[in-house]
């Protein structure tokens, strides 16, 4: 969801064509692809012309935040149906918990997702906001797909990319220079302080969970990068080190 220049929200459909084409060319060349999109309550809210201002921390918003999320999950499919044309979408919701902790959940998922990778599917994949007032409250959509590249890579065994996107070129020493990227991470606590430094880091939010998802996927050898949603060809590009911010942490 974008602002449009008469100041209201919109749907950002050329975000979901840009990527659609970077998601069918990698799956035509082989790739097993699994997706992790956000933003259903933001579509649910612009598809039923909503302005009202909701808190997802305050449980009395809850159940109002769920409808937005329902209708705007089936909004978010159809625009990546749209835009993946000739490529088989799927679909998976899921709760942080029930994926991190539940052993019978997490193998018919895993058993699930491996099918769609042998198929050549897109698999997309959501928190399942509509009944789980936690992943509301809390849930972060880096940590799920960090969660999810980890079971991946672990039950079967196969060289595991994780693509984080950003509006930005990767993470900066200063966020208003974007000279300063820095193309290699090796140490996470040598650099958290571009995070929280008042006005000249990141501050605590998107940049803090990209760090949290590293710290998940990274010890179970999952290749992780930070790199700019909106550069043309930027998947292909971050998975062969070409942009972005890399982390190479020895753990």
């Not at 769920?66 to 089936?74: D, H, L, T, V």
């Not at 984080?164 to 193309?183: A, E």
């Amino acid at each position: 969801v974008r602002d449009s220049e008469a100041g209201h929200k919109e749907i950002d459909a050329d975000s979901f064509w840009r990527l659609g084409k970077q998601f069918t060319e990698l799956i035509q060349d082989g790739y097993g692809l699994v997706v992790v999109s956000s933003g259903a309550m933001a579509v649910g809210q612009v598809v039923t012309g909503a302005h009202e201002q909701l808190d997802r921390t305050d449980p009395g918003d809850w159940a109002k935040l769920q409808r937005f999320a329902g209708i705007g999950w089936g909004h978010i499919l159809l625009c990546w149906a749209e835009a993946t044309c000739g490529i088989t979408n799927a679909s998976m919701l899921l709760t942080r918990t029930a994926l991190d902790e539940g052993e019978d959940t997490r193998t018919e998922a895993l058993s699930t997702v491996e099918q769609h990778m042998r198929h050549r599917d897109l698999l997309i994949v959501n928190e399942n906001d509509a009944i789980a007032h936690e992943e509301i409250a809390y849930g972060d959509n880096d940590i799920l797909a960090a969660i999810f590249a980890k079971h991946v890579a672990v039950s079967m065994g196969v060289p595991t990319n994780l693509v984080m996107l950003t509006d930005t070129n990767g993470v900066y020493h200063d966020i208003n220079d974007p000279s300063t990227q820095i193309p290699v991470i090796d140490n996470l606590e040598a650099y958290r302080h571009v995070l929280t430094t008042d006005g000249a880091g990141f501050g605590l939010g998107a940049m803090d969970s990209k760090f949290d998802a590293e710290l998940i996927a990274g010890p179970v050898g999952v290749r992780t990068v930070i790199a700019n949603g909106r550069e043309e060809n930027v998947i292909a590009r971050a998975i062969a080190g070409q942009t972005g911010t890399r982390f190479s942490v020895a753990y």
